[in-house]
């Protein structure tokens, strides 16, 4: 028997990713009946078949996205159909159905010059296609789904599940004595667990009443740069932290300008859903670290490093 029956039955899109895998787990986790659909089960983008998967659910979870940042950059009109007409198709179902609609979007629809964190309510600026694109999802929610619309912008995620910058640091430590990893973009790092759970608890603060719609900012407390989590992340796993070194992004030119300033404020969590705000993010990577998934690849780094370390002294 369901532990949250009145929750009724949760349908989340882009389940095969990252984070809508640990959505379904922790859906499961507190009882609550859920539905999973991948890219390669929903397009997002069809209005018949989405208000098919639409029918009979209370909440829908959309984890769905165009997640290339870079090629975004040369193919904007692709990444705007799914991150923004497929989310547009997506509120107008759940509008006709009265679904509540939690909407998983992102820090690059801001513009990354702020000193201080961006409140929610902070003016949008994207600086790039990916941003644009995310943008129009966002802008479609707040106008169909006024009330039951939940914008949940996060950044900076790493989890179990997919590509991801906690993970490539501990498999590079296997491949590379030294890493070169840029220290002047600020930001919050978050576990994708974390969030997933977060995202649960705010479905069903909505279903009874006590969460507005709006704009929520789904980040860790606290900030750091890259080479900050590089190096908490090699701390905690055993292994030298200095073997990260600082850069800068003018070291590491990519397609799409990325912001230097991704710090979130929280506001909202507690006076628009009564919930405190996500956790430090070194709580969060401890947390993370001890999962069976990057407790493999921290024990791998270590081995090699003491190996390294005996070939050095006897050679």
């Known amino acids: 028997m369901s532990t949250n029956s009145f929750a009724g039955r949760w349908l989340v899109t882009g389940a095969a990713g990252m984070l809508g895998q640990d959505v379904l787990a922790e859906l499961k986790s507190a009882g609550i009946e859920?539905?999973?659909?991948?890219?390669?089960?929903?397009?997002i983008t069809d209005?018949?078949?989405?208000?098919?998967?639409?029918?009979?659910?209370?909440?829908?979870?959309?984890?769905?996205?165009?997640?290339?940042?870079?090629?975004?950059?040369?193919?904007?009109?692709?990444?705007?159909?799914?991150?923004?007409?497929?989310?547009?198709?997506?509120?107008?179902a759940c509008a006709d159905a009265h679904v509540r609609l939690l909407h998983v979007s992102t820090d690059y629809v801001l513009p990354g010059d702020a000193t201080e964190p961006y409140r929610e309510d902070a003016a949008t600026?994207?600086?790039?296609?990916?941003?644009?694109?995310?943008?129009?999802?966002?802008?479609?929610?707040?106008?169909?789904?006024?009330?039951?619309?939940?914008?949940?912008?996060?950044a900076w995620l790493y989890g179990e599940h997919g590509p991801n910058f906690v993970a490539t640091m501990l498999k590079l430590a296997v491949q590379r004595e030294t890493l070169d990893v840029v220290d002047?973009?600020?930001?919050?790092?978050t576990w994708s667990r974390a969030l997933a759970r977060r995202l649960v608890e705010l479905g069903l603060a909505a279903l009874k009443g006590w969460a507005m719609g709006g704009i929520y900012h789904g980040t860790a407390s606290g900030r750091t740069t890259w080479m900050g989590l590089a190096r908490e992340t090699y701390r905690l796993s055993g292994l030298d932290p200095e073997r990260i070194r600082p850069t800068t992004s003018a070291a590491f030119v990519r397609p799409a300008a990325r912001p230097a300033f991704s710090v979130l404020g929280h506001d909202a969590w507690?006076?628009?859903?009564?919930?405190?705000?996500?956790?430090?993010?070194?709580?969060?990577?401890?947390r993370a670290l001890a999962t069976p998934a990057f407790s493999a690849l921290a024990a791998a780094a270590r081995k090699h490093a003491k190996d390294s370390a005996t070939d050095g002294s006897t050679g």
């Open 270 to 286: 507690e006076e628009a859903a009564g919930l405190a705000p996500l956790a430090d993010w070194r709580e969060q990577l401890a």
């Open 125 to 154: 600026g994207p600086l790039n296609a990916y941003g644009r694109s995310k943008l129009a999802g966002e802008q479609a929610v707040a106008e169909l789904l006024p009330q039951d619309g939940y914008i949940v912008r996060t």
């Open 184 to 189: 002047d973009q600020h930001g919050q790092p």
């Open 47 to 92: 209005p018949a078949a989405v208000r098919a998967a639409v029918e009979g659910v209370t909440v829908v979870v959309n984890c769905a996205a165009w997640t290339d940042v870079d090629g975004a950059e040369t193919a904007e009109d692709a990444a705007t159909a799914v991150n923004g007409t497929g989310v547009r198709v997506l509120a107008e």
């Open 34 to 43: 859920a539905v999973g659909l991948g890219r390669a089960d929903l397009d």
